[in-house]
């Protein structure tokens, strides 16, 4: 029985080396880096001490071996991550521009990621866990979509709770069935994790923020949600209650993988037991720490680290 499982895009990221760096231009990247919002997450959560099982593919090539050993290095189960033996490992190219935001060019529907399947076995080893999560970034195909309703539908059936970041990504709620899905798993999670631009997508005429997440909360089935807010930290709404923890003062590096590791650190704390306020303070510093230190999954971190953290800014979980 795992405590949390998840399942999604694996990829290796390249990011330029300076800021304004163009794509039209020939530049300097860093890289691989191990990259993926959904293995994000696991790594997060693995390195806090959760059973964490994923489900992904990656190709026969070197890329693919850089990803797979980081998740075993983490301690992740990875017997539902295929191999593709005719297309490569998906990559993706991240630039900073001068304002901040971020260009990438992705190589993913045509890679080993876009032919991920979930063979039966690998479905029933997958869905024993009590945590499944789902990113939205990985509804990004009919196929995908199948997969991550399969694994919803049997981990709820044996008794589990879904988690879903909508991650919502412009650039994918445009293709066929993509926010019917993302709607989709949003009436069926137990813990919703969107941020601010997320509730953005979500909301009605004339309604702020905090509107939505009330609308959301009274007219679905879930129990939790979870407002990530950048630097701002966090708000929460649970039945009647609403916490608030602000967000812990850090020099941001590279803002890729906050939200990642926010829920990865939130869902293994609750799997472990913790209080909704000690897990959102432990999320809050995940969230902050990832941004310190530049590349996808580098800023993952073990619970000694968030707790040095949150010593070192006065935080009493
Ligand atoms: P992503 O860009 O990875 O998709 P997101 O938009 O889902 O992230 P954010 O709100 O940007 O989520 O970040 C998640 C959490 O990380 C925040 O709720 C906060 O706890 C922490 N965090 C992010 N940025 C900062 C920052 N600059 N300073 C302190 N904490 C931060
Ligand atoms: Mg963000």
């Given at each position: 029985m795992f405590d949390i499982a998840t399942s999604g895009e694996l990829l290796a990221e390249f990011m330029a080396e300076t800021r304004g760096q163009r794509f039209d231009a020939t530049g300097r990247f860093h890289g691989p880096f191990p990259s993926g919002a959904p293995a994000i997450f696991a790594s997060q959560a693995a390195r806090m001490g959760a059973r964490v099982a994923y489900?992904?593919?990656?190709?026969?090539?070197?890329?693919g071996d850089?990803?797979?050993a980081r998740l075993q290095a983490d301690g992740i189960d990875v017997a539902a991550v295929q191999r593709d033996g005719e297309?490569?490992?998906?990559?993706?190219?991240?630039s900073y521009q001068q304002d901040g935001s971020r260009q990438f060019i992705f190589n993913l529907a045509h890679s080993a990621a876009g032919r991920q399947t979930l063979e039966d076995d690998q479905l029933e080893r997958l869905t024993a866990c009590r945590y499944f999560h789902v990113m939205g970034s990985s509804l990004s195909s009919p196929a995908a979509i199948g997969i991550v309703k399969r694994a919803v539908a049997r981990v709820r059936a044996r008794g589990g709770k879904i988690s879903f970041d909508p991650n919502v990504r412009p650039e994918l709620v445009?293709?066929?069935?993509?926010?019917?899905a993302l709607l989709d798993l949003l009436a069926r999670c137990?813990?919703?994790?969107p941020s601010d631009a997320d509730l953005d997508w979500l909301s009605e005429p004339g309604e702020d923020i905090e509107q939505t997440a009330m609308r959301l909360m009274a007219s679905h089935a879930?129990?939790?949600?979870?407002?990530?807010?950048?630097?701002s930290g966090c708000v929460a709404y649970r039945g009647g209650e609403?916490?608030?923890?602000a967000g812990l003062t850090v020099t941001e590096v590279d803002p890729t993988g906050a939200g990642d590791c926010f829920g990865g650190a939130l869902i293994a704390s609750l799997a472990a037991g913790r209080e909704l306020s000690e897990a959102l303070c432990l999320a809050n510093a995940a969230g902050a720490h990832a941004v310190t230190v530049l590349g996808p999954m580098e800023g993952c971190s073990d619970l000694a680290t968030l707790e040095q953290?949150?010593?070192a800014a006065g935080v009493d979980e």
């Open positions: 489900a992904g593919r990656v190709g026969d090539d070197g890329f850089l990803v797979i297309r490569p490992t998906g990559t993706a190219f991240v445009g293709r066929p069935g993509v926010s019917e137990d813990i919703f994790l879930m129990s939790l949600l979870v407002l990530k807010r950048a630097a609403r916490f608030e923890v953290r949150l010593v």
